[in-house]
């Protein structure tokens, strides 16, 4: 296995309320050469997210790729998930640490949530850097600018998030960041698997310049 930062240029959310399952598309977008997926799911039991993890967790390892669950550090151990994602509300990075032998990730949205966390964690989730709808508590959008910042503030591998798509993402990717993370990019589009192709491209073709 590689760097981590070699795995996380297009790290794809699931989200199921686009009309197909957190299994469904996490195989889209692993065929589409994705390369780092995180399951998150807020309304499911626990018995519910433990079978779904499980089935992701076997797709994942078919394609070599990173399985990261978000919030639920139970749920990471009992499918032996990769990683494990935590928001500022969860349990503190430090105590993460203690508790996940596996990769940490840590939402951030200013410098001193990302240098608080920064030596506990393998990787920061930063944003949201535009408005988004997806994800209910994002908070205020801190621009390309304001992710640049907090790019520039830290050691560590940052994940940019926050309404990224085709569009966007170069001016996105010139911050220096190690990778987007989309969810309705993949999962609302027509085509899930051809939207995570192009993105997976797009990606690919901008590192190759550096």
Do not use: C, W
Not at 64 to 70: E, P, R, S, Y
Request: charged share 30%; proline share 2%.
């Amino acid at each position: 296995m590689g760097k981590l930062e070699d795995y996380l240029g297009v790290y794809f959310i699931t989200d199921s309320r686009f009309g197909y399952t957190h299994e469904e598309l996490a195989e889209k977008a692993l065929r589409a050469g994705v390369r780092a997926i995180q399951f998150r799911e807020k309304k499911l039991s626990t018995k519910r997210m433990y079978e779904i993890g499980k089935k992701i967790r076997a797709l994942t390892k078919d394609y070599g790729a990173l399985f990261f669950v978000n919030d639920r550090i139970d749920v990471a151990l009992a499918v032996d998930a990769d990683g494990v994602h935590i928001g500022q509300d969860d349990m503190p990075a430090e105590v993460a640490r203690e508790v996940f032998p596996g990769y940490i990730g840590v939402s951030a949205s200013s410098i001193e949530e990302a240098k608080k966390d920064e030596k506990y964690a393998d990787y920061l989730g930063v944003g949201s850097v535009f408005p988004t709808k997806t994800k209910e508590d994002a908070g205020e959008a801190i621009g390309v600018e304001g992710l640049r910042k907090i790019v520039e503030s830290v050691r560590i591998p940052v994940v940019a998030i926050g309404s990224i798509n085709i569009e966007n993402a170069v001016e996105v990717l010139k911050t220096g960041v190690a990778g987007i993370a989309v969810i309705s990019a993949i999962a609302a589009a027509e085509d899930p698997e051809k939207a995570a192709r192009e993105l997976v491209e797009l990606v690919r073709k901008f590192k190759s310049r550096l």
